[in-house]
C-alpha cells in the first residue's frame, strides 16, 4: 500500500532504489571487488559463528536439495564423480609409468 502511494507521487520505491544502487555498484565495481566482500564476509561469518552453525546450514541446504531434486540427480552426481575419479587414477598411473615407478 505504501508502495502504492509512493508510485502515484512519482518516487521510487525502496526496493526498486536498492535495485537502483546494486546495478550502479556493479557498473562501478569489477568481479574482484565482489570477491573480496565475500572473502571479508566469509571470515567474518567464521569468526563469529562456530562449526554448529556450518552444520546447520549444512544439513539444511542438504535437505532443500533433496526436496527439490530426485533419486536421478544423486544418481546423475555419483556418475559423474566417479568418472571423475577414474580419469585422476588413470593420469596418476600414466605419470607413475613415465618416471618408472
Known amino acids: 500500500m ?3 502511494k509512493e508510485q ?6 525502496v526496493e526498486e532504489a536498492g535495485h537502483k544502487g546494486g546495478e550502479r ?3 562501478t565495481h569489477g568481479r574482484e571487488f ?3 566482500i565475500g572473502h571479508k564476509g566469509g571470515e567474518r561469518t567464521a569468526e563469529t559463528h562456530g562449526r554448529e552453525f556450518y552444520q546447520q546450514i549444512g544439513h539444511k541446504g542438504g535437505e532443500r536439495t533433496a526436496e527439490t531434486h530426485g533419486r536421478e540427480f544423486y544418481q546423475q552426481i555419483g556418475h559423474k564423480g566417479g568418472q571423475k575419479i577414474r580419469e585422476l587414477i588413470e593420469k596418476a598411473e ?3 609409468e613415465e618416471k618408472g615407478y
Open 34 to 36: 565482489y570477491q573480496q
Open 8 to 13: 502515484e507521487k512519482g518516487r521510487m520505491t
Open 25 to 27: 555498484t556493479a557498473e
Open 94 to 96: 600414466e605419470k607413475r
Open 2 to 4: 505504501a508502495e502504492q
